[in-house]
Nanobody
Framework: QVQLVESGGGLVQAGGSLSVSCAAS????????MGWFRQAPGKEREFVAA????????DYADFVKGRFTISKDNAKNTVYLRMNSLEPEDTAVYYC????????????????????WGQGTQVTVSS
């Protein structure tokens, strides 16, 4: 069982930067692939970024490539999402997710591939 708690959301102006974090419980965090998803009001939850169990593979949605960076610190049981050049369209609740049901270097992109979810953190980008 893994429990995930996001933090770091907030209000930022367009063009600014923000980092969100996701702290995981459990002693085998390094065995989990981690992902970030987001959900804007009235929209489906969508994939943002993922990092493999090994930490060697990363994947991003096209709309955040070059702006967002996912990273994982196994010693701190934490996954991060650094967001630069934020746009009002990035406004959403950001959720982290975890799974150990994929191969070592795979980056799961689909919601159903994840077993555990955090409660979300709000990111609001003003124009």
């Amino acid at each position: 069982q893994v429990q995930l708690v996001e933090s770091g959301g907030g209000l930022v102006q367009a063009g600014g930067s923000l980092s969100v974090s996701c702290a995981a419980s459990g002693r085998t965090f390094s065995n989990y692939a981690m992902g970030w998803f987001r959900q804007a009001p009235g929209k489906e939850r969508e994939f943002v970024a993922a990092i493999s169990r090994s930490g060697n593979s990363k994947d991003y949605a096209d709309f955040v490539k070059g702006r967002f960076t996912i990273s994982k610190d196994n010693a701190k049981n934490t996954v991060y999402l650094r967001m630069n050049s934020l746009e009002p369209e990035d406004t959403a609740v950001y959720y982290c997710a975890a799974t150990n049901g994929v191969s070592w270097n795979r980056t799961p992109l689909l919601r159903y591939e994840y077993d555990y979810w955090g409660q979300g953190t709000q990111v609001t980008v003003s124009s």
